[in-house]
């Protein structure tokens, strides 16, 4: 695909009100007006480029949205306060009492908690998916559907979404399909393959320093303003606002995001690619081997690869915390949950990011005990990164030395 998101976001020119080549920070919760007639007109919506309070909009937020929704190719954007604030009021604006979801069974566990155990509470059920399985999706669907909900690359199993072929089965019923792109920011782009609304964490990769939360939701100018509408609008009701020094500071991380998922996703592919020869239980989009590859092949933007998770299977949770610990001793990276740091981030899905999800659960869609998810990060040199990775693996039997097993 000759389609470059991050061109989108080069190519914006904003300045500061002296000029500065960033925008001025708007440091400010409330505005002032000159007439009171203006004040009236801006609370309503009808007065462009005039700011009331800073819950409702912000000239940073703003920019941070419009670089956004440039990325992700949709009228507009909407930043929050956290990832979680994006879902969680796209799905509340999206559905009321009586409505039905249908979500991929592999998601965040804050989004499988809030479907399973939150929505009910509002009469908002969900059926769980594989959401691999076309037919399943379509099958699923009910009179009180309203929603799809898929992560493109899921967390933590890393499925593939073929968000063209939920697209289409959204089309056909009606239905609006959203996609969670936080693991594959500028690979993909779920609106150009027919996603409604597109979310981010971008306390993952997009901001990608790992010092604090923030999301977004892109989408269309009517479905944004809804979102934010005064009178009924999940955002501004549920006051899921991000701060605007942080707006501002997310925004300048942003403009080096393409060069940071190339080098995530190199580094990724290498240390997939020599995994899976060792022998190892290896899970990356980039390898063949995965069920999904040819399909995340079509979908992606080429330059940005595959992106920066991967999985092995190291066999027991015991053997995956041992290993973790040693890498982290080594400096491998960090035993923390997140991801798009610049260090590698490690952490055992089952027992933390993914622990809503009940056992028996886990169980059944794949998620075992001795698996370790990785953020890989941005290593200069990751032959040495994989060398002393092997070194951990071979040192607690993780990975039989190749002489000793013959010898054997
Ligand atoms: C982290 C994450 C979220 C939640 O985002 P927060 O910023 O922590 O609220 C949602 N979806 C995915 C795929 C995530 O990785």
């Known amino acids: 695909m000759s389609f470059k998101p991050a061109n989108n976001i080069q190519d914006l020119q904003y300045f500061?009100?002296?000029?500065?080549?960033?925008?001025?920070?708007?440091d400010s919760s409330t505005y002032t007006f000159l007439s009171a007639k203006t004040m009236f007109d801006t609370f309503e919506g009808n007065a462009d480029g005039c700011y009331l309070y800073s819950r409702h909009?912000?000239?940073?937020?703003?920019?941070?949205?419009?670089?956004?929704?440039?990325?992700?190719?949709?009228?507009?954007?909407?930043?929050?306060?956290?990832?979680?604030?994006?879902?969680?009021?796209?799905?509340?604006?999206?559905?009321?009492?009586?409505?039905?979801v249908i979500s991929s069974r592999t998601i965040y566990g804050g989004t499988y908690a809030f479907l399973k155990n939150f929505t009910p509470k509002l009469k908002i059920e969900t059926s769980f998916v594989d959401i691999t399985n076309l037919e399943t999706v379509e099958a699923s669907i009910t009179k009180d559907t309203k929603i799809i909900y898929c992560e493109s690359v899921s967390n933590p199993l890393l499925e593939i979404a073929d968000i063209k072929g939920l697209s289409d089965i959204a089309k056909?019923?009606?239905?609006?399909?959203?996609?969670?792109n936080t693991f594959s920011p500028l690979s993909i782009s779920p609106t150009v393959l027919g996603a409604d609304v597109v979310i981010h964490s971008l306390t993952k990769f997009i901001n990608?320093?790992?010092?604090?939360?923030?999301?977004?939701?892109?989408?269309?100018?009517?479905?944004?303003?809804?979102?934010?509408?005064?009178?009924?609008?999940?955002?501004?009701?549920?006051?899921?606002?991000?701060?605007?020094?942080?707006?501002?500071?997310?925004?300048k991380n942003l403009r080096t995001l393409h060069i940071r998922m190339q080098q995530h996703s190199k580094n990724a592919l290498y240390l997939a690619e020599k995994f899976e020869a060792d022998g190892l239980k290896t899970v990356y989009p980039g390898l063949e081997s995965h069920p999904s590859h040819d399909l995340f092949r079509k979908m992606m933007n080429t330059e940005y690869g595959f992106g920066g998770l991967l999985t092995i299977d190291v066999g027991s949770l015991e053997l995956a915390n041992e290993l973790?610990?040693?890498?982290?001793?080594?400096?491998?990276?960090?035993?923390?949950?997140?991801?798009?740091?610049?260090?590698?981030?490690?952490s055992a899905p089952g027992t933390s990011t993914s622990?809503?999800?009940?056992?028996?659960?886990?169980?059944?869609?794949?998620?075992?005990?001795?698996?370790?998810?990785?953020?890989i990060g941005l290593d200069a040199d990751i032959e040495r990164t994989?060398?002393?990775?092997?070194?951990?693996?071979?040192?607690?039997?993780?990975?039989?030395?190749k002489k000793e097993t013959q010898l054997a």
Do not use: W
């Open 16 to 26: 500061g009100e002296f000029g500065g080549v960033n925008p001025s920070i708007s």
């Open 386 to 401: 994989y060398k002393t990775m092997k070194s951990c693996m071979t040192e607690l039997g993780v990975l039989m030395p």
């Open 355 to 375: 622990s809503e999800i009940p056992e028996e659960e886990q169980y059944e869609m794949g998620l075992t005990d001795g698996l370790i998810r990785f953020s």
């Open 208 to 251: 990608g320093s790992s010092d604090t939360v923030g999301g977004v939701v892109c989408g269309t100018q009517e479905f944004i303003n809804e979102l934010r509408n005064v009178n009924d609008g999940a955002s501004m009701l549920l006051g899921v606002t991000m701060d605007s020094l942080r707006a501002a500071s997310v925004l």
């Open 57 to 100: 909009s912000s000239p940073s937020n703003l920019y941070l949205g419009e670089a956004l929704a440039a990325m992700e190719v949709t009228e507009t954007a909407n930043v929050t306060s956290s990832g979680m604030g994006a879902i969680t009021s796209v799905i509340l604006q999206l559905c009321s009492a009586g409505d039905h």
């Open 172 to 180: 056909r019923h009606n239905l609006k399909l959203v996609v969670d």
């Open 324 to 346: 973790m610990e040693m890498m982290q001793e080594r400096n491998l990276g960090y035993l923390a949950v997140s991801l798009g740091f610049y260090k590698t981030l490690f």
